[in-house]
């Protein structure tokens, strides 16, 4: 009976709760605290010698939370801090459980410390968790682990991934600031003729002639409307939703959806650079760090993020084995630019292939923030103007026949 009630506790979710509640000489105190219940809250505050008035549980869209590339990227530097001051690495795991703020973060470092005390290396609790914990994270902790250098390779991937999350929000800049705002201009457009046109057109029938072209074209347009908007928005939502399922469900699909992406002028031109970025930043960091060549290509193939890419790098990835060296792989494939190669090119023959990579990184990424940025500054008078068109005409089109009657007047 007791087992069974320990599993049950164990498998009851953690949670983010507030309460309020009173400290010694009753001082009135408050604040918020992660655990499975109210009794575990009540229990941790009487640790604090406070006695507990109020608990809430706060709501699951902030009470739980979802672990990101950020906060693996946070509990990496945390460890990496813990280590070098010679915390061994059960009770660092610990202070790091206990300075986090996000329950699924905090579930997350208890398995970790489950799986540690029952004697796994702190590479093996992590590979048990491929989603927050990739392959290159389980590589470079191992590798760390067997040199004795742990809090070096943790440094190591925290830069690597601080680095590759800058590098996805100028992409996702570059993507979503457009589209947000077209989008915003679309729904101003559909409001138009939805709700305002109908009131003018009851106000045109009374005047008994016949509509200038352009406004007789927007009632037309503002009927279909009416007539056809939710059903337009429900395909629009439902093929999108139908793509997305499947890309997921077939390769093939997905691949001709990131291949299609990287034609794309302008944005596919700053992910294809991306691309390239990630690549050799996820290449240099993995050889710099022992893992053998052929395995980091392995690695660096998941890590590209785009199915074309990932191809190509298996590709490289055999060329490789057979004796290829690394630039004349990437040549064969007519995928990376001439720069890339040359400079991969120059770090064999030199021997400083992880310096030369991350050079490569780095020029590339300033490659994709300047696009970005280029981007960004040619798409805003883009979008007045088609914002402007799409209301302006509207608008215009409504008042152009109380012009002609004034005109007339």
């Not at 470092?109 to 927050?132: N, Y």
């Not at 029938?205 to 939710?230: C, D, H, K, M, R």
Request: proline share 4%; net charge positive.
């Amino acid at each position: 009976m007791a087992k069974a009630t320990a599993r049950q506790t164990k498998k009851t979710p953690l949670h983010r709760w507030k309460w309020i509640g009173k400290g010694p000489q009753d001082r009135p105190m408050r604040g918020e605290l992660i655990g499975r219940s109210k009794a575990d809250i009540v229990d941790q505050l009487a640790k604090q010698r406070i006695t507990a008035t109020k608990i809430q549980k706060r709501s699951s869209f902030t009470g739980r939370g979802k672990v990101t590339n950020v906060d693996i990227m946070v509990f990496a530097r945390q460890m990496a801090t813990m280590v070098r001051a010679g915390i061994p690495i059960l009770q660092a795991l610990q202070a790091v459980a206990e300075s986090l703020k996000k329950p699924a973060m905090v579930a997350l470092t208890q398995q970790l410390m489950e799986d540690v005390s029952s004697g796994d290396s702190l590479s093996a609790a992590m590979a048990k968790h491929p989603r927050q914990f990739d392959q290159l994270f389980v590589n470079l902790v191992d590798a760390g682990e067997q040199a004795g250098a742990l809090d070096q390779m943790l440094e190591r991937v925290a830069s690597y991934k601080e680095k590759v999350e800058s590098l996805k929000s100028r992409v996702k800049k570059a993507l979503w600031y457009p589209a947000a705002v077209m989008t915003i201009g679309v729904a101003v457009t559909m409001l138009l003729l939805i709700k305002v046109v109908p009131e003018f057109e009851s106000m045109f029938q009374g005047f008994g002639a016949e509509l200038p072209a352009l406004t007789q074209f927007t009632v037309n347009l503002s009927e279909l409307a009416q007539q056809y908007w939710l059903h337009a928005l429900g395909t629009l939502v439902g093929s999108i939703m139908l793509l997305k399922a499947a890309a997921r469900r077939s390769p093939g699909i997905a691949y001709r959806l990131d291949s299609l992406l990287l034609r794309l002028p302008v944005l596919g031109d700053i992910m294809d650079k991306s691309a390239v970025s990630r690549f050799t930043r996820t290449l240099a960091t993995t050889f710099s760090s022992g893992v053998p060549l052929i395995e980091g290509l392995e690695t660096a193939a998941g890590a590209s993020d785009n199915r074309v890419y990932d191809k190509v790098i298996k590709s490289i990835r055999q060329d490789v084995a057979t004796g290829q060296q690394l630039h004349f792989a990437m040549r064969m494939t007519n995928r990376f630019p001439a720069l890339a190669v040359q400079m991969v090119s120059i770090g064999e023959e030199a021997g400083s292939l992880d310096a030369m990579l991350n050079r490569v990184a780095d020029y590339y990424e300033e490659e994709v923030e300047n696009k970005v940025d280029a981007l960004t500054s040619l798409m805003e008078p883009i979008i007045i103007v088609v914002l402007g068109a799409l209301v302006g005409g509207v608008v215009v089109s409504m008042y152009l026949p109380i012009f002609e009657i004034g005109t007339a007047l």
